[in-house]
């Protein structure tokens, strides 16, 4: 079965900090990997993306990830964190071999950054 | 408009009545997805219709559900006697589809919060 984990409910961090989510995933086949955003009484934004190439991708608001397939890791990462970068976070999974486009979402991690 | 539209922004419903939620996909974009937000459950994916191909309808949690896409645009998601678990944030959300496979991501409505008194 294709799974989705982020294994912290909540993550604590300063403002400045750097901010680590974590994500891994089953594996099967060659996966689409995402990572989404949801702001209170707000829908999902979307953030960034793997596909293929550069295991390290960069996306909005100063976000990366880095994939590794090894560890089958897709965590997202931010140099230095911000209050306004409190919110809901989702990491997402894909398989074009199974219906396009159709995303296995991880149960989110909330990030909460402290002035 | 620009992004994907959704309505109502909120519905309450009597346990037993039938509710019909509307979704306005990007336009160009031929893929169209719906999915449950519950505190229970999580992300839920529902449905997902791809242009004119039989829609994917594995993840409807019973038969009081179901959806259709009129002329490959605006969809519907039909919830018939509705229950109390059914409470949830509905979001929609469309892609380009697979056409277009460097850019598959889905951008998403701000949801239905149906709740069902």
């Known amino acids: 079965a294709q799974s989705v984990a982020q294994p912290e409910d909540q993550v604590n961090v300063a403002e400045g900090n750097p901010l680590t989510v974590k994500c891994t995933y089953s594996?099967?086949?060659?996966?689409?990997l995402f990572w989404y955003v949801q702001y209170p009484n707000r829908g999902l934004q979307f953030l960034l993306k793997?596909?293929?190439?550069?295991?390290l991708v960069k996306g909005s608001y100063g976000f990366e990830a880095e994939f590794n397939k090894s560890q089958t890791s897709f965590h997202l990462k931010k140099p230095s964190a911000l209050v306004s970068d409190s919110a809901l976070y989702f990491c997402a999974v894909s398989y074009p071999t199974d219906s396009w486009g159709k995303l296995q979402f991880g149960a989110g991690t909330q990030v909460v950054v402290t002035p | 408009g620009a992004g994907v539209s959704q309505s109502p922004s909120n519905k309450v419903t009597e346990k037993g009545k039938d509710v019909e939620l509307r979704c306005d996909p990007i336009?160009?974009?031929?893929?169209l997805y719906w999915y449950r937000q519950s505190l229970g459950q999580g992300l839920e994916f529902l449905i997902y219709?791809?242009?004119?191909?039989?829609?994917?309808k594995s993840g409807l949690p019973s038969d009081r559900f179901s959806a259709e896409r009129t002329g490959g645009s605006v969809s519907t998601l039909t919830i018939q006697r509705t229950q109390q678990e059914d409470s949830a944030v509905y979001l929609c959300?469309?892609?380009?589809?697979?056409?277009?496979?460097?850019?598959?991501?889905?951008?998403f409505g701000q949801g239905t919060r149906l709740t069902v008194v």
């Open positions: 959300a469309s892609s380009l589809g697979p056409r277009f496979g460097r850019d598959p991501e889905a951008f």
């Open positions: 594996v099967s086949g060659n996966p689409y």
């Open positions: 336009s160009g974009h031929t893929a």
């Open positions: 793997y596909i293929t190439g550069d295991n």
């Open positions: 219709f791809q242009g004119n191909s039989a829609p994917d």
